[in-house]
C-alpha cells in the first residue's frame, strides 16, 4: 500500500517537475489508453448435471472483473491494473478471491534507455529460459516485480536486464516465501549492425540469456513413504540459453536451446538432473505456399521460483505446447500441455491457397491445410542398477540428447478446407484424428488412451451487407472417456451491432444413459465501437483450457453469465 | 486495501472522464514507442508505423483466431482495389506467442495475404494500446493519429473500415 502510494508521487512529480509545471500540458499531450473486462455469472442448481446449492458453495452470483490504464506523456509513462474476483469464477483459483492492483510500473524511455520499475512482462527469445507474460482467460499472471532495463547502444542490438520476483495470485513477498529472480538477455540483428548486410538477402539475428533464481535454504527433509530424505539444495539455479534466426528469400530457420543445472523441485520429485532443452522450426514460404516442421526435446525442465509449487504460478520460463491450438468446440475437448519432466515431438504443416480463376480454385480460390503432430516420452534409463527412475535424492535417470520413448504422449492429424462459394456463401470443413494420452496430460493414471475421429463443418451465409448467418455442425466419435459428441450452432449476427447465437453439445454416446445431456447454450450480444457486452444462458460442460504447459480445468455449470469488454 | 481501492476508482474516473470527453483530449491518438519483430526477427519500433501521409489500418489478430482470419480474408479480396483507390495500407499485428509464431509466416503467405505483418509475442504493443480481445482494427488518419476503432468482426464489417478509409482520403469527417 505505502509503495503503492509512493509510486503515485513518483509518477506526479517525475511527470510535473521537469521544466514543465503546466497542468494543462500534462494534461492535453497525455495519452490514455487502457482495457476494461467483466466476467460474471450466476450459477442455477441443475438435478441432471448434478449440481447443487453446495457445489456452488453457496454463492451463486460470482465475478472476475479488471481495469488497465496506462498514461503516457513524452518519454514517460506509467500504468496500473485493477482486478476483482468477488469471488472468482468457478474453476478459477480460490485464491484469487480478493481486490487489489496487482500490476503497477512507471517507465521512462528514449532511444538509449528504458527503464520500468514496479511489474513488467518480458520475454526472451521464445521464453524457454525466461517469460513473464499474463492470460486472463487462463486466469494466469507470473509477472515480474521489480526492475527492469533495456540498453539500445547501437542500432539492432538490445541488451535487457530484469530483476525481482514473480506475483503469485495475492500473496505477499515476504521471508522468501519465492525466488529473487535476475536475468539478462542480448538480441542482435546483424543486418541492422552491420552496414554491409543492410541489404543482404540473408537476415540473420542472434540472442543469448543467463537467467538465476534464488532461494532460501540449503537443505529440506522430505519424506517419501516410511523414508525421510534429507536433501541439500541449490540456493541459485542458473539457466541459460542460445537462439539464432536465419532467414533467406521464402526459408526461414530458428533454433533455441536452453541448459538449466540442477534444480531439485517437487516438479521433479527432488532430482538432482540438469535440465536441457531444445526447439527447431524450418519453413518455407510463397505467395500462397507455406510449409512448416518443427521439433523440440525437453528433458527436466519446468523452473520455478518456488520449488515446491506444483499449482499453477510461479513459472519463470515457457515451454509451449507443439500442437496447434483450437477454437471449435470439440477439437480442443483434448487440449494437449506440455510435460515440462520430458517430451519430445515433432509437427509439420502445410498450407496452400489454389489460386482465383483456375480450374481447382474456381472462382475465389480455395484453401488446403494439412497439419500433423506427435509427442513421445523422453527414453529414461536408470543411472546404476540400484537407483530406480527418478529417484528422489539422485541424479534421477540417464538420457541421451533427443532420444525419443515409446509412450505417446499426444497425435494429431488435421485436414481444413476453407472455400468461398460466389459472393455469399464461405466453408470450412475439418476432419481430425486425435490420440490422447489423458493419464499423463490430466494425471489420471487409470485412464485410457483416448482415440478420436472429429468432423466439423462451418458455414457462413451472407444474407446481405449487414446480416448473416452461420451454421456449424461437429461430431466427436470415440469408444473411450464419454463417448460421442454431436453439437450445432446457429447465429446470426447483424452488422456491425448485434448477434444472437443457439447452440448445443450433446453427449449422445455415453455409456451412462444418465450422462447422456444436452449442454444448451443462448447469447445475445452488442457490440459499439469497441466495447462488448454478451449475455449468455446454459450449461457449460466440464473440460479444460490449455496455454503452454499450463492448464485450467473448468468445471461443468449452468446459469447465466454476462461478459463485458471495452478498450479506450 | 480499502484505500488502494478508491486511489483506483478515482484513477479510473479521472481516466475515463479523459478519454471520452468530447475533445478526447487525453485519448490515445498514436501509436505508442514500443519495440516489437518484424517478421525477419529484427526489433521495429511501433511509432514508426507509418504510410507517408496516407491513412493506416492496423489489425491485431492471431493464426489460431478465427473471426480474425475471417476478417483478413474478407479484406484480402478487396485489399488490392482498396490499395489503388485510396492508398492505404494494412499491417497485421500477430500477437502469436511462442507456441505459434513460427506458423505466422508461412500462414500469411500460404493464405496469400500481402499485408505488413509485424509480431507482437508477449503482447507488448497489445496491452500499451489497451486492446483487449482480438480482433480489434485501428484506422490512423495521414498524420499518423488514431482515428477510429473496432473491436470484434462480423461479415461486413470490412465495408465500415473502407468507408472511414474513403473519407479520411477526401478529408470529410468521419464521425
Known sequence: MKKFILLCIVIAVATLLPGRLNAQDFLKNAQISGSFQADAALYQTDAAMGITSQSINGQPIRMNGFTEVNYEYKNFSAGLRFEAYLPPLLGYDPAYQGAGVPYWYAKYRNDLLEVTAGNFYEQFGRGMTFRTYQDWTLGYDNSMKGLRVKFMPYKGITLTGVYGFQRTFWIPYSNNNRGIVKGIDGDFSLNDIFDALTNAKLKITLGGSFVSDYQAGKTLTYPIGDKIYSLSLPENVACYGGRLNLNYSGFNFYSEYAHKINDPSQMNVYIYKPGNAILFDLSYSRQNLGIEIKSKWIDNFSYKSNRSYTINGLDINYMPAINKEHTYALPSMYPYATQTTGEVGIAAGILYTIPKNTKLGGKNGLSIALDFSQVNSIKKTPVNDSTGIGQTGTLGYNTNFYSVGNEVYWQETQVEITKKIGKKVKCVFDYLYQTYNKAVVQGHPDDPIIYSNIGVADITFNVNKKLSLRWEAQGLFTKQDNGNWAAGLMEVTISPKWFFSLQDQWNYGNSNASKQLHYYNVAAGFVYNTTRIQLAWGRQREGIICVGGVCRYVPQSSGFTLTVTSSF | ?175
Not at chain 2, 31 to 56: L, S
Not at chain 2, 91 to 110: I, T
Not at chain 2, 124 to 147: C, H, S, Y
Request: aromatic share 10%; net charge neutral.
Open chain 2, 1 to 175: 486495501m480499502k484505500k488502494a481501492t478508491l486511489i483506483v476508482i478515482f484513477l479510473s474516473a479521472f481516466v475515463l472522464c479523459f478519454a471520452q470527453s468530447e475533445d478526447a483530449s487525453a485519448k490515445r491518438k498514436t501509436i505508442p514507442d514500443v519495440n516489437i519483430k518484424d517478421i525477419y526477427g529484427n526489433v521495429f519500433n511501433a511509432a514508426k508505423i507509418d504510410n507517408g501521409g496516407k491513412p493506416v489500418i492496423i489489425d491485431f489478430w492471431a493464426t489460431w483466431c478465427k473471426p480474425c482470419v475471417k476478417e483478413l480474408s474478407a479484406i484480402s479480396d478487396v485489399y488490392d482495389e482498396w490499395v489503388k483507390e485510396t492508398g492505404v495500407k494494412l499491417y497485421a499485428v500477430s500477437v502469436d506467442d511462442p507456441r505459434s509464431v513460427s506458423q505466422v509466416k508461412p500462414f500469411v503467405d500460404g493464405k496469400g495475404w500481402t499485408y505488413t505483418i509485424l509480431l507482437d509475442q508477449n503482447s507488448d504493443l497489445k496491452r500499451a494500446m489497451g486492446v483487449g480481445p482480438i480482433p480489434q482494427t485501428f484506422i490512423l488518419n495521414g498524420k499518423g493519429e488514431i482515428v477510429w476503432s473496432h473491436t470484434t468482426y462480423a461479415e461486413g464489417n470490412e465495408n465500415d473500415v473502407i468507408e472511414v478509409v474513403r473519407k479520411l482520403v477526401k478529408g470529410e469527417s468521419i464521425k
